[in-house]
Structures are given as structure tokens and as C-alpha cells.
């Protein structure tokens, strides 16, 4: 304990994958550690049913429990794994201090910024009713799902190209649907759209509805549908899409973070190559300074990363 707070040398905020992994090895590195990841700890890939592509894995694994597997690991090696959500950071005194939003407050020599990054959804109800049953913010998790089915992704930005190119190579059509009349993406993803034939795109859409199939089964009712909307002539059109890829941008979570560390034109936390921010002593990794790839085992590394230089840089401040 100092000055009333419980202290630690290292805190992480946030506990997805990046988070997680920073605990485990900022723990084993003889550091303590806190992991501190709100009320249900995780990340996006809480919202994940099946993960085929996270390494060490020959079956299917729950993203859940891959999750709660990092947690207990993390714990076992010394960590204190809190269900506490940080509110606020006070970067600017050391050591730093984090109150939670239950009225917690600890001090940290070093913080590990892991906040993610939520997929942005449409908002519609039946898009939530079938999250993880046919709609989901991840093609590159979800896409094997759909070979030789029909899919649509919505969104118009590079993101949604990229995922409707890579759904090509499952599904036997790719419906991009959009709301404009043109696309946000790069000109070399519109090239590459308008060239595959597997694509077509829906100029000037929204969809409106998400539409249940017939079979219930044993994983319950599961999308089979779409219902989507000219937005200039009104009309209305069905397209039998079981896979619906929604598309439309992430918002990286760091309010907490605005004014108290540099962040990107989109919000993202700046940080170097070494995972440093321009704190010394404050390490972002993970969705939150990455726009880009989004996948948890490209998380899982960066969360190492920065657990690495903290120790050092725990360790240069000893010698110091
Ligand atoms: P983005 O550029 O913000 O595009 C989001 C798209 O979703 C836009 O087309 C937007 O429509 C649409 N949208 C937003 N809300 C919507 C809603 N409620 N209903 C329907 N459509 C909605 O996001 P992003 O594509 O994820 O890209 C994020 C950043 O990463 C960008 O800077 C991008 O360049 C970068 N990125 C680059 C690459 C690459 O270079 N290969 C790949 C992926 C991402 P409007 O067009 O009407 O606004």
C-alpha cells in the first residue's frame, strides 16, 4: 500500500486478449501485477461462439473460454485479476493512479493501456438477436463458416471491401451493401471489388431487418436473411443470406485516455514499435492502438511486447 491506495508495479487496464497476455508476462517477470478488466472481463471476443484460428487449439474453442483460460492462467502466475472498471487515470503524478468505478484506487509504477476497440453495429434488434447466429463484426473469424453459401457485409470503407474480398473465397456470392452512391474505400479495393465476379455491390442500401430461419436446433433459431431498402426508391428486396458481416468502423475505447495521452485523428492511442506511448512509463497494446488487424492472437503479441518493456523499464528505474 501507498499513500492509502493499493499499489502495484504493474497495472493493466483492460482484459482481452492484449490485457491478459501483458498479465501473464508481466507476472512471470516477477513483477505485481494487477489486471483490471470491469465487470464481465474479456473483450470482443467475449462475443466470439468459435475461435478456429487462435494457435494451440485442434477443436473449436469458446471465446469465453479461451478468455477465462487467459484470466486463470494470468492469476495462477501471481496476478490479480479484478473485475474493477477503471474510470479515471492520473498520468501526470507517480506513481500513476487509477480510481475504478466501484470507488476503488490503486497506484502503478507502470500502466499497460488495453482497452480495445468495439466493433460498431447498426442497432437495429434483430441484428442483437442474431449476433453469433449468423451476424457477426469478423470475417476473418466467422467467413469459413459460409462456403458455398450466399453473404452480405455492410459498410463501404476499407474494412467492409476487405471483408467482402475475403468472404469470396467461402461464400458463392458476396452482397456489399451500402448507404451511398459510392464507396469510402480505396480506390485498389474498388478495383479489386468491381473485378470479382463473386461480388455485387448494393449502392444506396441499408438494411432494415435480419430475418430468422426455420430450423431451430439444438444452437436455437439462426439468421438466414436479410431484409434491405433502397434508401432512394423505397423499394424493398429479400437476399438469402445466412452470413451478415457488419462492417461499419470501430470506435477504440479510451475516453479514460483523451487529454492524458496522445491519441489518433480515429481516437486510437499512439504508441511506438516498442509499444511505448509518449508517458514513460505508460505501454498501450492491442485493438486500441491497432486499426488494422483486430485479431486476438496479434493482440495476444503486442499484450507481450508491452509487458516486456515495462519490466525493463521497471528495471532501468531501479538502476536509476
Ligand atoms: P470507416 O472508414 O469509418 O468506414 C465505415 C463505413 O461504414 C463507411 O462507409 C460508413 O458509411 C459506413 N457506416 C458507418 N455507420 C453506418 C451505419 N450506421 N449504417 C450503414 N453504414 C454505416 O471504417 P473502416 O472501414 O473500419 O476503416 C477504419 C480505418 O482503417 C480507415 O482509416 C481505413 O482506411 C483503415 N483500414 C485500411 C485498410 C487498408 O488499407 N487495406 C483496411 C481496413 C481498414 P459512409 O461512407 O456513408 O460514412
Excluded at 437495429?124 to 449476433?131: D, F, K, W
Excluded at 470503407?157 to 467461402?170: I, P, Q
Aim: charged share 20%; aromatic share 8%; net charge neutral.
Amino acid at each position: 500500500m501507498k499513500n492509502g491506495n493499493e499499489h502495484y508495479q504493474i497495472a493493466v487496464i483492460g482484459a482481452g486478449p492484449a490485457g491478459a497476455t501483458a498479465a501473464v508476462y508481466a507476472a512471470r517477470g516477477g513483477a505485481s501485477v494487477v489486471l483490471l478488466g470491469g465487470a464481465s472481463p474479456g473483450g470482443q471476443l467475449l462475443l466470439t461462439t468459435e475461435i478456429e484460428n487462435f494457435p494451440g487449439f485442434p477443436e473449436p474453442v469458446a471465446g469465453a473460454d479461451l478468455m477465462q483460460n487467459m484470466h486463470r492462467q494470468a492469476a495462477r502466475l501471481g496476478a490479480a485479476v479484478l473485475g474493477e472498471e477503471v474510470a479515471s487515470v492520473d498520468l501526470s503524478r507517480r506513481p500513476f493512479v487509477l480510481s475504478t468505478a466501484g470507488g476503488r484506487s490503486f497506484t502503478a509504477s507502470c500502466v499497460i493501456a488495453a482497452t480495445g476497440a468495439k466493433a460498431r453495429w447498426l442497432g437495429i434488434p434483430s441484428e442483437a438477436r442474431y449476433t453469433g447466429k449468423g451476424v457477426s463484426g469478423c470475417a476473418t473469424c466467422d467467413g469459413f463458416f459460409y462456403r458455398g453459401k450466399e453473404v452480405c457485409v455492410i459498410g463501404g470503407g476499407d474494412s467492409a471491401a476487405e471483408e467482402a474480398l475475403f468472404l469470396t473465397k467461402f461464400a458463392s456470392r458476396v452482397y456489399l451493401i451500402h448507404r451511398r452512391e459510392k464507396l469510402r474505400a480505396n480506390f485498389r479495393l474498388q478495383k479489386k471489388l468491381e473485378d470479382n465476379a463473386k461480388v455485387e455491390i448494393l449502392y444506396e442500401h441499408v438494411l432494415d431487418e435480419v430475418l430468422g430461419g426455420d430450423a431451430g436446433g439444438a444452437q436455437g433459431e439462426r439468421a438466414a436473411a436479410v431484409s434491405v431498402r433502397n434508401v432512394r426508391t423505397g423499394e424493398v428486396r429479400k437476399l438469402n443470406t445466412p452470413g451478415i458481416f457488419i462492417a461499419v468502423g470501430h470506435e477504440p475505447a479510451t475516453a479514460i485516455f483523451k487529454g492524458k495521452l496522445p491519441l489518433d485523428d480515429s481516437g486510437y492511442i499512439v504508441a511506438d514499435g516498442r509499444a511505448r506511448t509518449s508517458v514513460p512509463g505508460v505501454f498501450a497494446a492491442g485493438d486500441v492502438t491497432d486499426r488494422y488487424y483486430k485479431q486476438a492472437v496479434v493482440a495476444a503479441g503486442a499484450g507481450c511486447k508491452a509487458a516486456m518493456e515495462a519490466l525493463e523499464y521497471l528495471e532501468e528505474a531501479e538502476k536509476a
